[in-house]
């Protein structure tokens, strides 16, 4: 097998086991707003993410009902411990989704566990919800076959070329031309002003197709 196909097969299984799981969290519906979602985004610190949730588990003091006030603080303090084993954001950020998840023995034998995500591509979005269910969408999303669109702008003077990707732009390579402004100047001067920039004009375009 090729070190291609390798990572094909590889990428294929991942990308089934994290819609699988996203599929379960999306059925998940909690007792009451104790389900916690985290969207971690590439630039943010990790150390800003961990004091808003010690903020929010202060906040989660004043819940009248002490079975919720539990199960929401202590799902912060396990997200904040798992933010711990971070030194930094990962590349593509970071999801996470914790809480008292319901199960057959009934309210008040909830077992609180966690979820992490790695996400496939960057996220987006800086996020915290304390909801009745996981916010699973924008991982979803971006598991969604997206057509991508290779995008070419050329003048006399500049070419640009780009990759759109759903509704992210990418700005692949710039080249130039050389080509100088408008020539002033008339007789002799002129033509072999023009020739020159016949001969930078065809520079580029023969330097775009062999980037393209």
């Not at 914790?98 to 566990?113: D, L, R, V, W």
Request: hydrophobic share 35%; with cysteine.
């Amino acid at each position: 097998m090729s070190l291609d196909t390798h990572k094909k097969t590889w990428d294929s299984v991942k990308r089934y086991k994290l819609t699988k799981m996203l599929n379960q969290l999306s059925n998940i519906a909690g007792h009451g707003t104790e389900l916690v979602t985290v969207y971690v985004p590439p630039r943010r610190p990790i150390f800003e993410v961990i004091g808003q949730l010690r903020n929010e588990s202060g906040t989660a003091s004043n819940i009248k009902s002490d079975l919720t006030r539990t199960h929401v603080q202590d799902a912060l303090s396990k997200t904040v411990e798992h933010l711990k084993l971070f030194k930094e954001t990962p590349d593509n950020g970071l999801a996470i989704f914790c809480g008292a998840i319901p199960n057959s023995k009934g309210i008040g034998n909830e077992k609180i566990e966690l979820y992490s995500v790695l996400p496939p591509k960057p996220i987006q979005i800086n996020l915290y919800r304390c909801d009745d269910h996981f916010w699973t969408d924008h991982i979803k999303d971006m598991l969604k076959d997206e057509k991508v669109i290779g995008l070419l702008a050329i003048d006399s003077q500049e070419a640009g070329l780009g990759i759109l990707t759903g509704d992210r732009w990418e700005v692949i390579d710039t080249l130039t031309s050389g080509v100088a402004g408008k020539h002033r100047q008339g007789g002799q001067s002129a033509r072999r002003f023009e020739r020159l920039q016949i001969m930078h004009k065809k520079s580029l375009s023969m330097n775009t197709k062999l980037t393209v």
